[in-house]
């Protein structure tokens, strides 16, 4: 369980400073990952977004925390962290980016923050996961390490390095077979949709995600959907970065346009 009361700089991360008045951009990792993977795109988007970081609990920093969490919990205390830290004050353009079980936890957030009765994110842009009303089943939690560490070669979204360091590996296990219980265990606790725009990414040889699965975020917001599919497999966006932050660049602009 994830504890009631929240330090929001302990959820969110900012690793650069933004322009007065920037848009703001929330980055939900994937499983086994952290706040970091997004320092290169908080360097790229930075001033004219101010770029934050989830970090979830039991890894890094936050290595001594319980790795025993749900998505649920999970996305209530990360909207508790973005109330506290974000929508407080002067009302900013603000969009949810999330790769892989960051997009579910970034859709989860926003209805959290929806129940709360305050204004989530202008837009989300949900990467590498197919919708949360598509179900598959899949046991990688329940694999050894090694058959856990073979997913993570096989999605090529780690560095290979850091996979063959066994320290590493053997401090930061807990925490990717947390994550990947939290989502292999994840079902939506209601249909309720978004109000805000979701726009999905999707690489067209993804294992893990189909273009027609992809496309069934359609039935999950109110608002406006757009979907972009990009050469490659479950993180095309490696390969496709400039094309993604020109797409936040875009979005976050037409959000402050609207706003």
Same mark, same amino acid.
């Given at each position: 369980?994830?504890?009631?009361?929240?330090?929001?700089?302990?959820?969110?991360?900012?690793?650069?400073?933004?322009?007065?008045?920037?848009?703001?951009?929330?980055?939900?990792?994937?499983?086994?990952?952290?706040?970091?993977?997004?320092?290169?795109?908080?360097?790229?988007?930075?001033?004219?977004?101010?770029?934050?970081?989830?970090?979830?609990?039991? /890894?890094?920093?936050?290595?001594?925390?319980?790795?025993?969490?749900?998505?649920?919990?999970?996305?209530?205390?990360?909207?508790?962290?973005?109330?506290?830290?974000? %929508?407080?004050?002067?009302?900013?353009?603000?969009?949810?980016?999330?790769?892989?079980? *960051?997009?579910?936890?970034?859709?989860?957030?926003a209805?959290?923050?929806? /129940?709360?009765?305050?204004?989530?994110?202008?837009?989300?842009?949900?990467?590498?996961? /197919?919708?949360?009303?598509?179900?598959r089943?899949?046991?990688?939690h329940?694999?050894?390490?090694?058959?856990v %560490?073979?997913?993570?070669?096989?999605?090529? *979204?780690?560095?290979?390095?850091?996979?063959?360091?066994?320290?590493?590996?053997?401090?930061?296990?807990?925490?990717?077979?947390?994550?990947y219980?939290?989502?292999?265990?994840?079902?939506?606790?209601?249909?309720?949709?978004?109000?805000?725009?979701?726009?999905? %990414?999707?690489?067209?040889?993804?294992?893990k995600?189909?273009?027609?699965?992809?496309?069934?975020?359609?039935?999950?917001?109110?608002? *406006?959907?757009?979907?972009?599919?990009?050469?490659?497999?479950?993180?095309?966006?490696?390969?496709?970065?400039?094309?993604?932050?020109?797409? %936040?660049?875009?979005?976050?602009?037409?959000?402050?346009?609207?706003?």
């Open positions: 369980m994830i504890p009631a009361r929240v330090d929001v700089g302990l959820w969110l991360r900012r690793f650069h400073t933004p322009a007065p008045n920037a848009p703001r951009l929330v980055c939900f990792p994937h499983a086994g990952g952290s706040a970091s993977w997004y320092h290169p795109m908080s360097a790229t988007l930075s001033p004219g977004l101010e770029v934050y970081a989830v970090q979830y609990p039991a /890894r890094q920093d936050r290595r001594t925390e319980a790795a025993d969490y749900e998505i649920g919990d999970l996305a209530e205390s990360i909207a508790e962290a973005v109330a506290k830290g974000l %929508l407080e004050g002067p009302r900013r353009p603000l969009l949810f980016f999330g790769h892989s079980m *960051g997009a579910v936890l970034g859709f989860e957030t209805r959290a923050l929806a /129940r709360r009765g305050l204004s989530g994110p202008d837009h989300l842009v949900a990467s590498g996961r /197919r919708s949360p009303t598509t179900h089943e899949e046991r990688v329940q694999r050894d390490d090694a058959g %560490l073979r997913e993570l070669r096989e999605l090529d *979204g780690t560095d290979g390095r850091l996979l063959q360091d066994e320290e590493i590996v053997r401090m930061a296990m807990p925490s990717i077979r947390a994550d219980r939290a989502i292999e265990t994840y079902r939506p606790r209601d249909a309720t949709p978004v109000s805000c725009p979701i726009t999905v %990414l999707t690489g067209d040889a993804d294992p995600t189909t273009v027609e699965e992809a496309l069934a975020w359609k039935e999950l917001t109110t608002g *406006g959907f757009a979907s972009k599919v990009f050469p490659g497999g479950h993180f095309f966006l490696v390969q496709h970065q400039q094309a993604v932050y020109e797409l %936040l660049r875009s979005l976050a602009a037409e959000a402050a346009v609207a706003g």
